[in-house]
């Protein structure tokens, strides 16, 4: 049992999420766009799914979401569902193309992240708290989705290493008969 978690991505997923908290807690909550906080584990969650597939991005969002759930003092579970459904939802939006392009791969991010953050207030009225839903929703789900679109080319790399995702090898063509 411990030999497969040494080898599972979670040993490579928890120190890099505990810096992404961090970095979450300290530099993105001082950079605002219009108010709205920059979601930097969100989206790598949604990037997570973006490059490894719907079921590591949900494993990884699930992990992340947890990890953010025990530092801020929410109920555990509640932003580990989001961010599931983020990672899950990037994964799932990568099926479209079998080798998508960055820019591909950053709108895949950015509708992950969309779904995640759309999906916060649903959880929290699950919960039970007073007043869930923010009088802007609009814009801060369209502001967490771009920032996590435009921080894709930067998390989409650190999720592959994390979840142990070899590129995919180019192959020159096979040599053919003259027709």
Do not use: H
């Not at 989001?82 to 994964?91: L, S």
């Not at 699950?126 to 369209?142: A, Q, R, S, Y």
């Amino acid at each position: 049992m411990f030999a497969a978690f040494v080898q599972s991505s979670l040993i490579r997923l928890i120190p890099v999420g505990m810096v992404m908290i961090a970095l979450q807690r300290t530099v993105f909550v001082d950079i605002q766009v219009s108010g709205v906080i920059v979601q930097v584990v969100l989206a790598l969650a949604a990037a997570a799914g973006a490059s490894g597939g719907s079921e590591r991005g949900a494993v990884a969002g699930f992990v992340l979401g947890a990890m953010y759930d025990l530092v801020e003092g929410t109920p555990l579970g509640s932003t580990a569902i989001a961010f599931t459904i983020a990672g899950a939802v990037a994964g799932l939006l990568a099926l479209i193309a079998a080798d998508p392009q960055w820019w591909l791969k950053a709108i895949f991010v950015g509708l992950g992240c969309a779904a995640g953050e759309a999906m916060l207030p649903v959880v929290r009225v699950f919960i039970g708290e007073e007043n869930p839903w923010p009088p802007d929703m609009v814009k801060v789900i369209l502001i967490v989705a771009l920032s996590g679109a435009v921080m894709s080319p930067v998390l989409i790399p650190i999720s592959r290493w994390c979840l142990k995702i070899r590129g995919s090898a180019w192959t020159a063509p096979a040599d053919l008969p003259p027709v």
